[in-house]
């Protein structure tokens, strides 16, 4: 790809900044479905966040469409922000924004979480860490690695891979509860074993510190957020109706 007069955005720390300013989904969702208009009030109450299945009506004179879908062609899945009708899941801030844009929605099901900002002492502490330290040192890298990572290990699978060194005989034992990733040969009568628990296992995913909901309500902001700017020159992407 190549243009000319080209406008380019760069967010400082920007999934930190949504961390810090936006709230977060909390505690325990509740289920919601059936009456649209019902659903739609849970949409439009900000202390609320809720991830909701619609049905989505972009129009076609949108220039910038936002909301993201996968499309399968070819055999090869890809992402893209199309005009048109489907239907998908999306988080209350991302609708909103929509709205804003001209998107419309039938509300079909979905949950909702109470909201609290809990990252802001976290983010304002390693920002001052790793604004306060020289480029190159230690201090600067781990601040921001502790301030960009954090979102993603929300997004983690609790269900992590385990690895062990074992001989043949108790790596097939392992085989008949767990689904075997890989095998390597150690050549001293042991093998490197990595395998996944079989979702009946004992594997307490509660007492993981793991929340896909709170990693997609920080990429869904990122993405609300970056809506804006692209508004600032009256760009506009490719896009595709379906």
């Known amino acids: 790809p190549f243009g000319t007069n080209i406008y380019r955005y760069d967010v400082n720390s920007l ?55 996968k499309i399968k062609r070819n055999g090869v899945t890809k992402t893209i922000a199309p005009v048109g009708k489907w239907t998908g899941v999306y988080t209350s801030i991302e609708i909103l924004r929509a709205l804003e844009l001209g998107y419309s929605f039938k509300y079909i099901k979905g949950f909702y979480f109470e909201s ?28 921001k690695l502790m301030l ?36 390597i040969t150690l050549k001293n009568g042991k093998e490197l074993v990595s395998y996944n628990q079989n979702i009946h296992s004992d594997v307490d995913i509660n007492n993981t510190d793991c929340s896909v909901s709170i990693a997609a309500v920080i990429t869904a902001g990122a993405r609300v957020y970056m809506s804006y700017l692209v508004k600032i020159k009256n760009i506009f992407f490719i896009f595709k109706k379906i």
């Not at 439009?44 to 299945?53: A, G, H, R, V, Y």
């Not at 954090?150 to 699978?157: A, E, I, S």
């Not at 001989?167 to 008949?176: A, D, M, P, Q």
């Open 116 to 143: 609290k900002n809990i990252f802001k002492d976290y983010v304002d502490f390693y920002y001052n860490k790793k604004r306060n330290s020289h480029k190159n040192s230690s201090d600067y890298t781990i601040a």
């Open 15 to 69: 999934y930190p900044t949504i961390m810090r300013n936006n709230l977060m989904p909390v505690g325990n969702p509740t289920y919601i479905e059936g009456d649209s208009s019902s659903i739609e009030n849970i949409i439009l109450d900000k202390t609320k966040i809720s991830f909701i299945e619609v049905d989505v009506n972009c129009p076609e004179n949108i220039k910038s469409p936002f909301l993201l879908t």
């Open 148 to 183: 960009n990572s954090l979102y993603g290990r929300f997004g983690m699978n609790p269900n992590l891979d385990q690895h062990v060194i074992v001989n043949k005989e108790e790596t097939i034992k392992l085989s008949e509860n767990n689904t075997i990733i890989d095998v």
